[in-house]
């Protein structure tokens, strides 16, 4: 089995209380019934975790049936196949990465210095960076990765709470020239009035900030009052943080960069100023 975020996540949440009651991986297998081997898989997000086991699991570490509840929730939904498996063909394993940690968050947090996030973009915007990004992309291949942006976006719609930081290069620089960018950034002060949207931007005038040369998201899940993970992309690599310690370096990252940045409104309005120059 393919470890997924789900299955980590759920994974993570059970070593979390196995450790609070003071058991080791073998102790608490032997008093399940399974393998130590097991336990350990299903701890990393292997193996699945059967109701069988949840349950006795839940009774050996004493956990509250509310939280026996969300645990059993997160193990049905580990077992789902996700909506961007139909994409599997053009899906890099860093986009699918990302979007199995959008699909559950209750709170995503991105910096971007160049571009407009793409759970902002507008279907004309992503295509022209799409193709400008990947030259070599199949023309029959285009419209599917256009489909599967716009189909992220449903996220919003959904409910999830966005923050958005980005630098003014990304509002100003023309891509797809003077019509797209109006309808880009009019679409952008429609997502603030009609979502959970905040937008931030970071102004030219900015001093040097702890997020430069940097593009991450930050990703919070419903239940949990800390950020849980960190999706950082670069021109060449990828990576995914779930280590405390580095989460905490980003969060301090982002809100060195919110230090520098635009209040919500002052950020509207330079957004619409930019729309009315290119009238």
Not at 12 to 21: C, I, M, P, V
Not at 53 to 63: D, G, S, Y
Not at 111 to 125: A, C, F, I, N
Not at 168 to 179: D, F, K, L, N
């Amino acid at each position: 089995m393919r470890p997924t975020v789900r299955s980590r996540r759920l994974g993570s949440r059970l070593k979390s209380y196995r450790t609070s009651n003071g058991l080791s991986g073998t102790e608490l297998a032997d008093r399940v019934g399974i393998h130590q081997a097991t336990w350990s898989k299903i701890e990393a997000g292997k193996a699945k975790l059967s109701p069988p086991v949840l349950a006795a699991t839940a009774e050996a570490l004493h956990i509250p049936e509310e939280f026996v509840a969300q645990l059993d929730t997160l193990r049905r939904k580990a077992e789902e196949p996700g909506w961007w498996q139909d994409y599997g063909d053009i899906l890099s394993e860093a986009v699918q990465l990302l979007i199995e940690l959008e699909a559950d968050a209750s709170w995503i947090r991105t910096y971007e210095g160049d571009l407009v996030p793409g759970l902002l973009q507008t279907r004309e915007y992503a295509e022209r960076v799409i193709t400008a990004v990947s030259p070599h992309i199949r023309v029959a291949d285009i419209d599917r990765y256009l489909e599967l942006r716009m189909r992220r976006q449903q996220r919003l719609s959904d409910g999830v709470r966005l923050t958005a930081v980005v630098g003014e290069a990304a509002i100003r620089q023309r891509i797809g020239g003077r019509a797209v960018m109006r309808e880009q950034l009019r679409h952008l002060e429609k997502m603030v009035e009609t979502h959970d949207v905040t937008i931030q931007i970071v102004p030219f005038t900015a001093d040097a900030h702890a997020a430069l040369g940097e593009s991450f998201a930050i990703i919070q899940w419903p239940e949990e009052t800390t950020p849980e993970a960190v999706y950082a992309d670069g021109v060449t690599s990828w990576t995914v943080h779930e280590r405390d310690g580095v989460i905490r370096s980003y969060v301090h990252a982002l809100s060195s960069v919110q230090s520098q940045a635009l209040s919500p409104r002052e950020s509207l309005d330079l957004v619409h100023s930019v729309f009315e120059e290119l009238s």
